[in-house]
């Protein structure tokens, strides 16, 4: 099984620079989206004509919001968190399959000075609930922009960066609790030593073409499902945002 994530920062914006092409080409079993800033009616959603679509969209107009396609219909969708304070934004989906979950999700971010950085707290901490609670029932495959970079590895310039939203203790701290939890980062898993591999760029100082960038997108995958993992990658020659896509193949 093949699945796909990609923060597309707009998916109207990413359909003018060949988002649907490369929808088509992936031919993925399940595509995820995060960060889509629209409502379903405004997309021309003729791309994913063959596949099962959920929407999430913040209440927010061009804000935030999550969705998911698939091949398969899902058993049953679940939108939010069941918690009115971090359901307006439209930042996770559930999708529950014969002998798993799917989740999407895109993480708040901290802001600037970390404005945000306690509700983002808040947020990890019923994210992680969220997960724990499917995961006693069946296997997890979760993927998006959780807004952080673990460890040193994961940026290109970690030593300026150690008080920057994404790189905080704080996040990488509850990062880390995700995958004490019961989770392990896909790519880590297969690819423990690898440096220089990022999945977010700032459209800032050609920071793509000199690769300065952050890995923020992941598949997390339930711990006993780890060695069913084939392959977890990163694409950064898909461009159309300032993130690109992550996937995964999975036999379960």
């Avoid at 080409?25 to 995820?32: G, K, Q, R």
């Avoid at 006993?224 to 379960?252: F, M, N, T, W, Y």
């Amino acid at each position: 099984m093949k699945l796909i994530s990609w923060n597309v920062n707009g998916i109207r914006s990413a359909q003018a620079k060949g988002f649907d092409d490369y929808f088509a080409e992936a031919d993925a079993d399940v595509f995820c989206l995060q960060e889509i800033k629209a409502m379903e009616l405004q997309v021309d959603t003729g791309f994913a004509k063959d596949y099962h679509q959920i929407w999430s969209s913040a209440e927010k107009k061009g804000y935030s919001g999550t969705a998911l396609f698939s091949k398969v219909e899902p058993k049953k969708t679940i939108i939010g968190l069941g918690i009115e304070e971090h359901d307006k934004e439209g930042r996770i989906i559930t999708a529950e399959f014969d002998d798993y979950y799917v989740v999407t999700v895109y993480t708040p971010n901290s802001q600037n000075k970390q404005a945000r950085l306690p509700y983002r707290m808040d947020w990890d901490r019923d994210f992680r609930k969220h997960l724990q609670k499917l995961d006693k029932k069946k296997p997890v495959l979760c993927c998006g922009d959780l807004n952080v970079a673990h460890e040193e590895i994961d940026l290109a310039r970690p030593k300026s960066n150690h008080k920057t939203s994404g790189f905080t203790p704080q996040e990488r701290g509850s990062m880390t609790e995700h995958l004490k939890a019961g989770f392990v980062d896909s790519f880590r898993h297969l690819y423990p030593e690898t440096t220089e591999a990022y999945s977010y760029w700032s459209f800032r100082a050609n920071a793509r073409e000199r690769n300065v960038g952050w890995r923020l997108d992941y598949w997390l995958c339930s711990e006993r499902v780890g060695d069913k993992i084939q392959e977890s990658a990163i694409h950064p020659d898909v461009a159309g945002s300032d993130h690109c896509p992550v996937s995964l193949e999975i036999e379960i």
